[in-house]
């Protein structure tokens, strides 16, 4: 039996011949899964469209299942098309809100360009494989030093509010990320690498310990693009 997602909350905020926009709540995945193969945002797409499988809107990128917000679905070749090239050329940008651990404090980390506000952060760290040694496989982590299978990464990281110890929950801090590159986990992965895991992602806490053991990466800068 498949584990309860809020298909019901799913919005249709647009929807014409070439162009469908969904408002996707945390908990539904987009795609099917080993855990999910009812409860998919792909499935409700199909229904839209439940005589004209040519016409069924696609995804044209990614939000994990723990990630809320619009999603842009093509309808059609043509507008796939249109869409990947958008999103290659980056003439579509896209923008998350997160809430993450501790205090981010640009003006803490080395590297900085002066000609920025202050408040925003650029990392280019690369992502790909890391050993796992719990069960010989690996998982996707920062590489900043590369290695076999990193690919390229940038994150744009700007402070939008700071949340204060209050006893039940230690300081927070609810940062924009913009990513040119959007790699697998990116967001998750670049915060923990920058010391400050997601609020609730355990799996980067380790790495963010590390972080702040060993300070920031020199790669690790702030400025605009």
């Given amino acids: ?51 004209a499988s040519d016409t069924v809107p696609h995804p044209t990128h990614r939000l994990g299942v723990g990630t809320s917000g619009l999603l842009l679905c093509a309808v059609g070749s043509a507008a796939r098309a249109s869409l990947s090239r958008a999103f290659e050329s980056r003439t579509v940008s896209k923008t998350y809100r997160a809430l993450v651990c501790g205090h981010v404090d640009p003006a803490a980390h080395r590297g900085i360009n002066d000609e920025d506000d202050g408040e925003a952060l650029v990392i280019d760290c690369p992502i790909g494989p890391v050993p796992h040694s719990s069960w010989g496989g690996s998982v996707h982590g920062a590489l900043p030093k590369g290695g076999p299978g990193a690919k390229p990464a940038r994150s744009i990281v700007r402070v939008v509010a700071r949340c204060a ?16 590159t ?18 609730g992602s355990r799996r980067n806490h380790r790495q963010a310990a590390r972080r702040r053991r060993w300070g920031p990466h020199p790669r690790l800068r702030r400025g605009a693009e």
């Fill in 1 to 51: 039996e498949e584990p309860a997602a809020p298909v019901s909350d799913l919005q249709i905020l647009h929807d014409d011949d070439a162009l469908v926009v969904l408002n996707k709540p945390s908990g539904l995945p987009v795609l099917p899964s080993e855990l999910y193969f009812e409860s998919t945002v792909l499935n409700v797409l199909k229904r839209l469209r439940p005589d």
């Fill in 165 to 180: 110890a209050d006893g039940v929950d230690p300081d927070r801090t609810i940062v924009e990320v913009r990513i040119p």
């Fill in 182 to 199: 959007g790699r697998a986990h990116q967001i998750r992965i670049h915060m923990a690498y920058l010391g400050h895991p997601l609020v």
